[in-house]
């Protein structure tokens, strides 16, 4: 992507998805951080840079940091997320929620970049099936006999082994 958004596609709010993902860095932390969607509807907000070190002292002492950087890449990474920090006014915020900076031209267009990945990604995957899947190919008696005697499995698959 060359060109960056010139117009504000307005607040992009949570879906259930993205407020299961913002509970579950909640869960992990001694007390709820406001920065995060508590409900569908509520707008998803681009963290502050640094955000990490205010929230990382916040872990229960018994949660590994390990799990509340999963959870928070996880809420990070989201599509949704990518498309608030897009937005040509979007700001940065604080852990209570209060817009802090605006972000850079620079991650407002990573950001887009991402999120034209992301489509692309989605276009070559292949659609679910809808369809039943055909059977699987035929197999000789002598075949059949071998897979059941090496536990279903075909002499092709047990030489290759």
Not at 13 to 35: G, P, Y
Not at 121 to 148: D, F, H, M, V
Request: with cysteine; net charge positive; hydrophobic share 40%.
């Amino acid at each position: 992507m060359e060109e960056p958004w010139m117009t504000n596609r307005g607040p992009i709010v949570a879906m259930a998805l993205d407020v299961k993902k913002a509970e579950a860095i909640n869960t992990l932390l001694v007390r709820r951080i406001d920065i995060l969607p508590s409900k569908p509807g509520d707008i998803i907000r681009p963290f502050a840079l640094g955000l990490w070190n205010d929230i990382r002292p916040l872990l229960k002492p018994d949660m590994p940091v390990m799990s509340l950087r999963r959870a928070t890449s996880a809420f990070l990474h989201s599509k949704r997320y990518y498309f608030a920090c897009a937005q040509p006014d979007s700001m940065r915020h604080d852990m209570a929620g209060n817009p802090i900076e605006p972000l850079s031209a620079e991650d407002r267009l990573a950001a887009q970049e991402r999120i034209a990945a992301l489509k692309q990604t989605q276009a070559k995957s292949p659609a679910p099936a809808s369809e039943p899947k055909s059977p699987p190919p035929a197999s000789s008696k002598a075949e059949l006999i071998r897979a059941s005697l090496l536990g279903g499995r075909k002499l092709s698959d047990r030489v290759a082994r």
